[in-house]
C-alpha cells in the first residue's frame, strides 16, 4: 500500500523538535527538507539559533522514549556518544524545603544526560542518514507561500546562503522555527484571526557552570535537583551528569537577583541554596573555564489548536506552539511527543481523500493532550511566586495542597513515588496521579503523617 502522502514537506528548523518531526514525516512525502538559518557544526558544538544550549537540558524518559520509536536504537546512540545513564531515583537526589530529600529507590525508569549540542548532534545524524530527507542549513525562512483564497500553503520563500532567494514548493510546511514567526505572519497576510495565548510571566535569570567530575565525588551519575521555597526562597539549582567526565551546573532565580561575576560569587551564591548539597559536590572542583548567563521572560501557549481556521498544509510544533520555563527540562522531551503524535497520525490517514488535511485537524485536535501534563506541573510551581505573571485557576490553592501531600506520600510509599516519576518524566499523563489506588495512598499517607 501506498503511504506517500504528498510529494515534498518543509520543517522549518533544525532543533530537536525539527529534527524529530523530520524523521517522522520521511515515510510519508519523497522528499522532506529541514531548513535552518545557522551554519550546523559538523562535530558536537554550539551555534548561534540555540543560546541556551550551553546550560543544562534534560531529556525526559518521555521524551527518550519518543525519539526511540520515531529512529529506532536513538537511545543506544546516544549512550554510545557518551550520554550518562541515570536510574530515577536511584541516582537522583530530589530537595525540596517540606520534605527534604526523596528517598533514593530504583523505580525502573532511566535517562540519559547529555549536552543539548550532544544530543542534538546524535539526532542530527540520524536524521541525516535517511535517503529522502535533506537538512540545509544557512538558509533563512522569508514566508510561507500561500494561496491567496487562503485555503493552503504552497511552500516557502526563503533566502538561502550568500543572499540568493529561492521558492520551495511543497504539500505540507513543519514551522518548528521557534517563535512560530513564518505562521503567525502568514495568517497576518491572510488577516485570519491569531491564536489566542496564555502566557506565565516568570522574568527567570540564570547561570552555569561546566566543571570536571572532582575526584572526590561518590558517584558521576549523581543528578541533583534542589528546589526553591516559595515566597521564601527563589534560588534553584539543578547539576547534571554529562559525557567527558563533566558535571554542568545551573543556578536560577525568580525576579531580579545579583549575577555571579565569578567562581567564588558562583559558590557562595550555592551557600543560600535550601541545602548545602550542591555547595559540597561543588567546593573541590576546579573553576569553570566560565560562566554563561541566560534570562527567560516568559511561558507561552500559542492556542494554535484553538483556531476555527488554519490554512490546509501548515503545522506548527515545537516552541512555535508552546515554549516551556526551561528551568523545568521539559522543551526537549515535548517537542519530541509532538513528532510521536504526528507520526501517530500520518499512519491513519493514507486512505483519507484529502490526508494532508486530515492529518492536520487531527494532530490540532490532539496535541494539547502532549502539551497539559508538562504545562500544568511546571506553571503551577511557576505560580507559586507571588511576583510570577498570569492567571491563577481557581483550584490553584488545592493544587497547591495537592502537590505537597503528594510529596509527603512519595517519600513514605514507594508506589506513589513511582507514579509521581512517571508523570514528571511524562510517561503517563497527570490524570495517573487522581487514579483510586494513588489517591487512597497519598491520603492514607496524609492521615499518617498528621496523627
Known amino acids: 500500500?501506498?503511504?506517500?502522502?504528498?510529494?515534498?514537506?518543509?520543517?522549518?528548523?533544525?532543533?530537536?523538535?525539527?529534527?524529530?518531526?523530520?524523521?517522522?514525516?520521511a515515510a510519508h512525502f519523497a522528499q522532506v527538507d529541514v531548513l535552518d538559518r545557522d551554519f550546523l557544526p559538523a562535530n558536537v558544538g554550539s551555534r548561534p539559533g540555540t543560546p541556551q544550549d550551553r546550560h543544562p537540558h534534560g531529556l525526559l524518559a518521555g521524551g527518550l522514549h519518543a525519539l526511540d520509536e520515531i529512529f529506532p536504537g536513538f537511545a543506544r546512540d546516544l549512550a554510545d556518544a557518551g550520554a550518562v545513564p541515570v536510574r530515577v531515583a536511584q541516582d537522583m537526589r530530589y530537595e525540596r524545603a517540606d520534605v527534604g530529600a526523596l528517598p533514593h529507590r530504583d523505580l525502573g525508569i532511566g535517562i540519559l544526560c547529555a549536552s543539548r549540542p550532544l544530543i542534538e548532534f546524535v539526532l542530527r545524524k540520524r536524521v541525516a542518514a535517511i535517503a529522502n530527507i535533506a537538512i540545509r542549513p544557512r538558509c533563512r525562512v522569508a514566508s510561507l507561500l500561500l494561496a491567496k483564497s487562503g485555503a493552503g500553503v504552497r511552500g516557502v520563500r526563503l533566502d538561502a546562503a550568500f543572499g540568493a532567494i529561492e521558492t520551495l514548493e511543497a504539500d505540507l510546511v513543519v514551522d518548528a522555527s521557534g517563535r512560530g514567526e513564518p505562521t503567525l505572519a502568514g495568517l497576518e497576510a491572510l488577516g485570519l484571526e491569531q491564536p489566542p495565548v496564555t502566557e506565565v510571566g516568570v522574568d527567570?535569570?540564570?547561570?552555569?557552570?561546566?566543571?570536571?567530575?572532582?575526584?572526590?565525588?561518590?558517584?558521576?551519575?549523581?543528578?541533583?535537583?534542589?528546589?526553591?521555597?516559595?515566597?521564601?526562597?527563589?534560588?534553584?539549582?539543578?547539576?547534571?551528569?554529562?559525557?567527558?567526565?563533566?558535571?554542568t551546573v545551573l543556578i536560577a532565580s525568580h525576579g531580579p537577583t545579583a549575577r555571579p561575576r565569578?567562581?567564588?560569587?558562583?559558590?557562595?551564591?550555592?551557600?543560600?541554596?535550601?541545602?548545602?548539597?550542591?555547595?559540597?559536590?561543588?567546593?573541590?572542583?576546579?573553576?569553570?573555564?566560565?560562566?554563561?548567563?541566560?534570562?527567560?521572560?516568559?511561558s507561552r501557549w500559542r492556542h494554535f489548536e484553538r483556531l476555527p481556521y488554519l490554512p490546509r498544509g501548515v503545522l506548527p510544533v515545537a516552541d512555535s506552539l508552546c515554549r516551556f520555563n526551561p528551568i523545568h527540562g521539559q522543551g526537549m522531551s515535548v517537542a519530541a511527543q509532538q513528532a510521536r503524535l504526528l507520526q501517530r497520525v500520518l499512519g491513519q490517514v493514507a486512505a483519507e481523500t484529502d490526508p494532508v488535511a486530515t492529518m492536520q485537524a487531527e494532530f490540532m485536535a490532539q496535541v494539547a493532550s502532549v502539551v497539559h501534563t508538562p504545562w500544568a506541573m511546571s506553571t503551577s510551581a511557576d505560580l507559586a511566586f507571588p511576583?510570577?505573571?498570569?492567571?491563577?485557576?481557581?483550584?490553584?490553592?488545592?493544587?497547591?495542597?495537592?502537590?505537597?501531600?503528594?510529596?509527603?506520600?512519595?517519600?513514605?510509599?514507594?508506589?506513589?513515588?513511582?507514579?509521581?516519576?512517571?508523570?514528571?518524566?511524562?510517561?503517563?499523563?497527570?490524570?495517573?496521579?487522581?487514579?483510586?489506588?494513588?489517591?487512597?495512598r497519598i491520603d492514607a499517607a496524609a492521615l499518617q503523617s498528621a496523627a
Open 204 to 247: 527567570i535569570s540564570y547561570i552555569t557552570a561546566v566543571v570536571g567530575v572532582p575526584a572526590d565525588a561518590p558517584t558521576e551519575r549523581q543528578l541533583v535537583l534542589t528546589q526553591p521555597d516559595p515566597p521564601a526562597s527563589a534560588l534553584y539549582s539543578v547539576l547534571v551528569p554529562a559525557e567527558d567526565h563533566q558535571w
Open 262 to 298: 565569578s567562581w567564588q560569587d558562583f559558590l557562595q551564591t550555592a551557600r543560600h541554596l535550601i541545602t548545602p548539597t550542591i555547595y559540597q559536590m561543588l567546593r573541590h572542583a576546579d573553576p569553570p573555564a566560565s560562566l554563561r548567563y541566560y534570562g527567560f521572560p516568559a
Open 387 to 440: 511576583q510570577t505573571r498570569g492567571q491563577r485557576p481557581d483550584d490553584f490553592a488545592e493544587a497547591r495542597r495537592f502537590e505537597a501531600a503528594l510529596f509527603r506520600a512519595a517519600v513514605a510509599d514507594p508506589i506513589v513515588h513511582r507514579a509521581m516519576m512517571e508523570v514528571a518524566q511524562l510517561l503517563c499523563p497527570f490524570s495517573h496521579l487522581q487514579e483510586p489506588d494513588i489517591r487512597e
Open 1 to 25: 500500500m501506498n503511504t506517500l502522502l504528498g510529494q515534498r514537506a518543509l520543517v522549518i528548523g533544525a532543533g530537536i523538535g525539527g529534527l524529530s518531526a523530520a524523521g517522522a514525516l
